[in-house]
């Protein structure tokens, strides 16, 4: 089964509707032909709760002629049922009415409506076992309710998917339009005057290499004009006479 709800239905006008769903998907308004269809399937939805949970309520499953085990998942597939009825089916159905367009919250439903379906079929093999014909016909046309319902919230997917799809194919077109409709920048032109002096390039001053410097022991040379002066030369000592 779906996890239970807490909160209960959202009545309004169908006008209300759209106005609710539009500000609630934030996208554009919601069609009244869309909103209209979706408030009758919802409409016909909460007729058949009502009438499972009175049918339910109907059953003398304590007075079958079967085993104690039957019973007692019987009973449990009952209150099972009659749980989501009364508290998550009423959430999930305000939440679709909030924003009738939208396919999670569209498929949210469908998906409860199948389990629901799953266990009260298990309901109404069990009536038909060991119930009585009447109260068999009655869980048996809610079931029909509950597969009717089904069957339509199916379809309004696969049409909300369909018109979606298209939506999304036309953007791309609008904005393949939009972009090929932008005229292209021109190219940079480049201006070269013929008349202009051509630029001088700055003379490239040579360097100048070093002058060896002059070996140690070598006099250095003198300049032009200069006298070049002699070293002084120590004078040879006389070797000492003999005693």
Known sequence: MAA??????ASGSPSNAASGGASAQGAEPVSYASVTQLNGILAQLETTSKSTQADLGKLRIERWKTDGAT???SLANVDSIQ???QEALPAIIAELRAAPEDL??????YRNLDALYDVLGTVVEG????GSKDDLQAVANDLNG???TRKQLAQRMENLSSAKEAEIVRLRTDLKTAQAAIPAAPP???VVDDNAPPVKKPPVKKKVPPKPAAPAGTAAKPAAGQTQVAPAQTPAQTPANPQ
């Open 4 to 9: 239970l709800g807490q909160s209960g239905p």
């Open 127 to 130: 009536t038909g076992a060991f």
């Open 146 to 148: 509950f597969e009717t």
């Open 71 to 73: 019973k007692k998942q």
């Open 188 to 190: 940079k032109k480049t």
């Open 104 to 109: 999670p919250a569209t498929f949210k439903l």
């Open 83 to 85: 749980r989501n009825l």
